[in-house]
């Protein structure tokens, strides 16, 4: 049975696809097919997928489908199940897409900067994620918070944040995804994280970053199901 996330976010700039990237290079390294299903109108991680190609990158065990629309999400869902890792790249909205992607996944993952323009949003959509299920969501919920310098956690801002994120009880991810450029050159240039060209360390910094991150979701889904 494929493990199914869904990655949504009603903020823009909250780095929800390059989140959404980040897992298929880490899942399609360890040997996983992972297919992406890009359902988000502005179509960010189709757009990876082609300068990937154009770039001449390998695109090993990963696989990208557009879809327009909630009818057409149901069918590609259908047609994704041989896949061993499928991702939900949504729109920004709370929606027919949402509510379908989310229903038939393990885990939403809500990708948010550790900022004032962003938690509230998170806190907004957990709460209409909510409305739709009256409470009983049949999947998990964790925010990502993401775009974190190595000394940000040492901030003033940070501390605020944190505090933000007690007090509204946001569940969120141990595992924090550190800015990095080279995630904004596998964004801008194509193609997986492992494949991408420059400072070696830097990369595999990111990729360990990835697999904490990817290990955590693995293991938190596992956790639940267990005590179910």
Known sequence: MALLLTIGTTKGGSGKTTLCVLLASVFAAKGFSVRILDADPQATAIQWYARSLDAGRKLENIAVDVVQGADQLAKALAAASGADVILIDVPGTVDEILNIAAAHSEMVLIPARASGADLPEVVRLLARLDAMYEGAKPFLTRCVLNGVSGIAKNTAAFKVAAAYIEDHAIPVTKTIVVERPVLQLMMMDGGP????????????????????????????????????
Do not use: H, S, W
């Open 193 to 228: 994280l492992g494949t991408m060209p420059g400072d070696a360390e830097q990369i595999r910094k990111a990729m360990v970053n990835g697999e904490m991150l990817a290990d955590e979701i693995f293991e938190t889904i596992a956790a639940v199901g267990a005590e179910q």
